[in-house]
């Protein structure tokens, strides 16, 4: 499982701009998950990710992954654990919102990071 978060972390954080955001698919496949439940182990990374990122009060890098039947939106799930993690509003209503400010937050932590890495 940590070798899935590190991966993934490293994956949405060099992976071209245009390429995101991602489907749960597509991280699967670029991660090279093998069934059972490949869908649930991004699920469970991307969670991890989110709580890693709550603690230390960056953007959700796990915004950049977003399901294929969601209208470009993570699945329902991501929203359940940004609201608990007190980072979204309660309210439905304001959370679509809410998930494009992390989205854009999300992509300038990843430039920041490549500036920091690259000066």
Same mark, same amino acid.
């Given at each position: 499982?940590?070798?899935?978060? =590190? +991966? #993934? ?9 245009? /390429? ?6 597509? %991280? $699967? ?32 890098? =796990? +915004? #950049? ?9 993570? /699945? ?6 940004? %609201? $608990? ?35």
């Amino acid at each position: 499982m940590t070798d899935n978060v =590190a +991966a #993934l972390r490293q994956l949405l954080l060099s992976a071209p701009r245009e /390429a995101l955001p991602m489907t749960y698919q597509q %991280v $699967a496949s670029a991660l090279a998950l093998t069934p059972p439940r490949t869908i649930a182990q991004v699920t469970q990374a991307l969670e991890h990710l989110m709580r890693e990122d709550a603690a230390q009060q960056k953007p959700f890098i =796990a +915004a #950049l992954v977003v399901s294929r039947r969601g209208d470009g939106l993570p /699945a329902a799930g991501f929203f359940e654990l940004a %609201v $608990a993690l007190g980072r979204f509003p309660a309210d439905t209503a304001q959370q679509e919102a809410a998930y494009r400010v992390e989205f854009q937050g999300a992509l300038d932590e990843r430039e920041n990071a490549d500036k920091n890495a690259h000066p």
